[in-house]
């Protein structure tokens, strides 16, 4: 059995352990709120372009854009993958990665894959995937710039005809519990709830409706791009705060078992002392 | 008098939500004024200042830019970036547009060159939308 003074040092360790997980799942949990606000703050620019593009999809039926129009035959495809920076997230990027992997199998042609975040870039590396652009470090407050770079590589090589469709995934945020990693079909844009049964209008255009167009669906694919990021930043504090709480508990069951072994030990210790007095005494008399 | 609801959003938050009589906008082929009941628009918008109208009341919203959708209720605004009145800094403006004149002037590449007139045009909205609201008070 390990002395007294060694279990000692554990306990002390464990419990500095824990103070730092404890630490970290507090600021984990405000960051969190910080990004569910952000969340909520871009909705209203988000909800407001798609419905504006689900308002164009049906109005346009005799101009089709490139980021509109279906091409016959995938022969390469594109992947945005929305991950974490950092780690300690528990299964968040893993899961993500999965997911991604899972979309790339499905498709059965090569991928380009343009990373948002540090963990993308490294599991793309490490299976080998063609690598088309990559940002990392994301700001906690992430603005639109930070992920344009990415969306733009994305949407000019899909123009260019390198890439004949660009899907997304990314941690869907469900709640605190619970991140649903999540893919969608960015490019060519999903069209499959316009109902073209409804009644047929159309807008004025200003000016002429091709340029407005060309404009409003880049950034409907930026705003689409820019909200999954927000998401994942809230779902990454989550996990966090999750993963971290479940380490304290941890920390906090070995604490106590070390405490009982440490008692155990201090008692076997008094013993022997006693019985090694007693024996000495003994002997003398 | 009848009202539309406006909307103005960036990406990454929302600016303005409220009721109007009236709104001006600095579209890409002239300035629109809007009112309520407008038959459905949509348009792009040059940088410059939105002015929303309520009652005796103006709100002035700067925008670099982006596109309005006009329905007979409602107006959205979708803007690259807005800043309230008060948000905009004049020492800010001027350094951008210096910067981007010292670009256009030093003239490279194309992109740099598209890029910097672009940033010298926001500016120069900028500014004249801070000597107005100067010149106001």
Sequence with gaps: MASAKEIRGQIKATQNTAKITKAMEMVAASKMRKAQDAVLEARAYAEGIKRIVHNLMRAHPEYKHAFLTKRDEVKRMGLIAVSTDKGLCGGLNTNAMKKAFAVMQASKVDVDAMNIGRRASQAMRRFGVNIAASVEDINDAPSLDEILGVVQVAMDKYLAGELDEVHLVYSKYVNTMTQEPTSMRLLPCDDSDVDESEAYWDYLYEPESQVVLEGLLRRYIEALVYHSVLENKACEHSARMVAMKAATDNAKDIVKDLQVTYNKARQAAITQEIAEICSGAAASA | ?137
């Excluded at chain 2, 800043?83 to 992109?111: C, L, N, P, S, Y």
């Design chain 2, 1 to 137: 008098m009848a009202t539309v609801d406006v909307l103005v959003a960036t990406a990454e938050r929302e600016v303005y939500r409220g009721e109007a009589d009236f709104l001006a906008a600095p579209g890409a082929a002239g300035e629109l004024g809007i009112m309520p009941k407008h038959t459905p628009l949509l348009s792009a918008l040059a940088a410059g200042e939105l002015r929303i109208h309520r009652d005796e009341e103006i709100d002035e919203v700067f925008i670099s830019g982006g596109f309005i959708e006009v329905q007979p209720d409602m107006i959205t605004v979708l803007a690259d970036t807005a800043e309230r009145a008060h948000d905009v800094d004049e020492a800010a403006a001027i350094e951008a547009q210096r910067k981007a004149q010292e670009i256009v002037d030093t003239q490279q590449g194309d992109v740099d060159y598209a890029r910097a007139a672009s940033e010298l045009s926001i500016a120069t909205a900028k500014l004249a939308f801070m000597r107005k609201r100067k010149n106001q008070k």
